[in-house]
């Protein structure tokens, strides 16, 4: 396959005036990605600082309940900044200092990625602005004040739609005005070549050490494994080192808001169609005059109207599915895991784990299901109380 | 078809950017004769996108009040198949790819040739991902009008191979809109695009002032101004003829070296 291409998707659809920066980073990647130095320090960091490996923990009472296959959780939660996202942050934000940048820019949804690009930025000494979605600062107050408290500035944006798309848009403007000093650390595995293949590459250290824990627990693979997809950087990191293994199912849970067949959902796979944004072809939600649509989820960090490239791909050739999951499935399944395991997930990860739920129940109790819990909940708690009725304010 | 070229014969062109369907389709079609009749010596029609990456805040604007008017593609192609008769400059069309791929490239560039449109101008479409495009453009005799930035300088023999139309020299990083200061060097920029092509350049992004346009136009083929034209049509509303037509002209007679300051 051409590089940076996935089938038909992919590509490097962005202006002429962000394309010396495109391509600089595509050398600069080529020439670290397998430097000896640059990958030791990118360990060490990994180990000694976001606490990597992250647990594979046996969720025997969710097992228990379900009645059915073996459910394991890969506890992404666990990481320093509390998601995956600190993988592929401390990779890029170490690239852009070898690069000579001085200063990061990054967009944030649920504010995940914005905490930890400002917490990378912090420790490596660069500096960092964020690029969050006017109704997601609202959503995730506490993690605005996060950043700004590791040293970030972040700029609401109040154009579009107000959310993750629009917080996109307006950090690849803000990089086409200053490639010189600027690296653009994006956030999932999306946007122009060579992010999709670059945050994937940093994310796969899951899919590597599940599949060497799990091993080590139980002598063999997964039967499938599970996590949730917004742009899917989480998800493509868990199932990349399994793409190979034919015997393990592959399943990507999308945001289906409430539902589907309404027009609240960020389900793109399921509603989408092939379109060209934010530097890539890929499957989007959209318009039959090609405007994109407004989405909705529950998970700020699910609420993206499109998918990264390689998903687009991998569903076309039917190697991974897709499937839908509800706010409300999605919030039972928060609070189930909350009270039976003593682990409250992010409202994110909460789509991967009810679908993990519903599978297990359909599988023997010799079958193994292994979910990517990519982040923990504690910013979620005040909007699922409301969500819930309860009138409670961060 | 008015052809590109018959802007920059003998003169210095003056390039207006109007948004189609702001404030509404019938007054864009207005708007565009106003240009025309004030010495605009080609029209850049924006089609509306809802995540126009490169633009500032003055066209993404402008994009939103054209959308919520009701603007799409077909009422766009129907608003430029009313002027026909009346059109005497050459007209292109200034959009994201998305809309022109999800309506399908053989059936846009065909409808461009219905309508006499001869060429486009896709921001997010770079000389790596062009050739999807280029093809059937081609093949419907449209243009396709590639832009050359500050940082472009290794690109450039590059993108200008094979192009069509005019180059697009976008004057400084970042979006559109109107700026206090350009900071690259446009004399030196169109001296080096001047040895690997011999189309016309014009220069676009920032251009607000008709003393402005005038001082660009001694170094290049041609201005294009747009976030300004659009502002004055956000400030005046349905009711932009006058303005429009006064500031068009000013800037004309200052891009053909006739003004007074």
Redesign the interface.
């Known amino acids: 396959m051409e590089t940076g291409r996935y089938g038909p998707y992919g590509?490097?659809?962005?202006?002429?005036?962000l394309?010396?920066?495109v391509d600089e980073l595509c050398g600069a990647y080529e020439r670290y990605k397998n430097d000896p130095d640059f990958c030791a320090e990118l360990e060490d960091l990994f180990v000694n600082y976001a606490g990597r490996p992250s647990l594979l923990y046996e969720a025997k009472n969710l097992t228990k309940d379900m009645g059915g296959a073996k459910i394991y959780l890969k506890r992404e939660d666990l990481n320093h900044t509390g998601s995956h996202k600190i993988n592929n942050v401390l990779g890029q934000t170490l690239l852009a200092k070898r690069m000579g940048k001085t200063r990061i820019i990054a967009e944030t949804g649920a504010g995940q990625h914005g905490v930890a690009a400002a917490t990378a930025a912090t420790l490596l000494g660069m500096e960092c602005e964020v690029f969050m979605g006017k109704e997601d600062t609202q959503r995730q107050a506490l993690n605005v004040y996060r950043m700004r408290l590791l040293g970030a500035k972040v700029h609401p944006v109040t154009?579009?739609t107000m959310t993750l798309?629009?917080a996109v848009?307006e950090a690849?403007?803000e990089w086409?005005?200053?490639?010189d000093d600027t690296l653009y650390v994006l956030g999932s595995v999306m946007g122009p070549h060579p992010y999709p293949m670059m945050v994937r590459d940093f994310q796969s250290v899951i899919g590597k050490e599940l599949k060497k824990q799990l091993i080590k627990k139980e002598g063999r693979l997964p039967d499938a494994v599970v996590a949730c997809v917004g742009g899917g950087s989480n998800a493509i990191g868990t199932f990349y080192d399994f793409i190979g293994e034919s015997s393990v199912r592959l399943i990507g849970c999308e945001a289906a808001g409430r539902g589907i067949d309404t027009e609240k959902h960020a389900a793109t796979i399921a509603k989408g169609?092939?379109?060209?944004?934010?530097?890539m072809k890929s499957l989007?939600c959209?318009d039959?005059?090609?405007?994109?649509a407004p989405v909705y989820s529950i998970s700020a960090g699910l609420d993206y109207p499109g998918i990264g490239p390689e998903h687009a791909y991998l569903r076309d050739i039917g190697r991974a599915e897709y499937v839908p999951v509800t706010d409300d499935e999605a919030v039972a399944a928060f609070e189930r895991l909350s009270r039976l395991e003593g682990i409250i997930p992010a409202v994110e990860s909460s789509h991967a784990v009810a679908y993990g739920m519903k599978l297990a129940k359909q599988m023997p109790k010799d079958a193994i299901i292994a979910v990517c819990l990519s982040g923990r909940g504690d910013k979620d708690v005040a909007a699922i109380a409301r969500y819930k009725g309860e009138d409670l304010y961060e | 078809m008015n052809k590109i070229a018959d802007a920059f014969n003998g003169k210095k062109a003056l390039i207006a950017y109007l948004m189609a369907g702001d404030p509404n389709l019938e007054k864009s079609a207005e708007y565009i004769l106003t240009a025309q009749e004030a010495g605009a010596d080609l029209i850049e029609i924006g089609i509306p996108f809802s995540d126009p990456i490169a633009e500032g805040k003055v066209i993404q604007e402008a994009s939103v009040r054209a959308l919520n008017a009701g603007a799409r593609l077909d009422g766009i192609f129907e608003m430029v198949a009313s002027l026909k008769d009346k059109i005497r400059v050459p007209l292109v069309f200034m959009t994201y790819l998305n809309p022109v791929f999800v309506y399908g490239y053989e059936r846009f560039f065909h409808t461009c040739k219905e309508l006499g449109v001869g060429g486009i101008i896709i921001p997010d479409l770079p000389w790596e991902e062009q050739e999807e495009v280029k093809l059937p453009a081609s093949k419907y005799g449209v243009a396709v009008i590639p832009l050359v930035a500050p940082t472009s300088s290794k690109r450039i023999e590059r993108i200008v191979k094979d192009a069509e139309g005019f180059i697009y020299l976008v004057s400084s990083m970042g979006v559109t809109g109107v700026r206090n200061e350009i900071t690259s060097n446009i004399r030196d920029r169109v001296s080096e695009l001047k040895k690997a092509t011999s189309l016309p350049v014009a220069v676009g992004f920032g251009i607000s002032s008709p003393k402005q346009a005038g001082e660009y136009a001694q170094w290049t083929d041609g201005v294009i101004v747009g976030s300004a034209i659009v502002n004055m049509i956000a400030e005046h509303g349905e009711n932009a003829h006058y303005a429009l037509g006064k500031y068009i002209s000013e800037l004309k007679a200052s891009v053909s070296g006739k003004d007074t300051f």
């Open positions: 590509g490097q659809y962005v202006p002429e005036t394309m010396s920066a154009t579009g798309k629009d848009n690849m403007r086409s005005q200053r490639v169609s092939v379109g060209i944004l934010h530097g989007f959209q039959e005059y090609g405007q994109i």
